[in-house]
């Protein structure tokens, strides 16, 4: 193999090293966007059933039994 051979098949040698470590930190950070993505999606289940419960006992509390219910 010729000097210019080596030299181009180090330097893709190079770049395929840079981009699989590109691609390792980009896995990473969609992981970590994936977990925190589950963990706000039960937050904001647990927010939207919070507020369901407070406004229906606001909607009770507004619309008085007649008196013959009580």
Do not use: C, G
């Not at 090293?17 to 969609?30: I, R, S, W």
């Amino acid at each position: 193999m010729d000097n210019e051979t080596a030299a181009r098949l180090e330097k893709l040698e190079s770049h395929l090293a840079h981009l699989e470590h590109l691609v390792d930190q980009l896995n990473q950070v969609v992981t970590e966007q994936s977990r925190q993505f589950v963990r706000l999606q039960s937050h904001q289940q647990k927010l939207s059933s919070t507020l369901e419960t407070i406004e229906m006992e606001r909607v009770k509390a507004t619309n008085a039994k007649p008196p013959h219910y009580q």
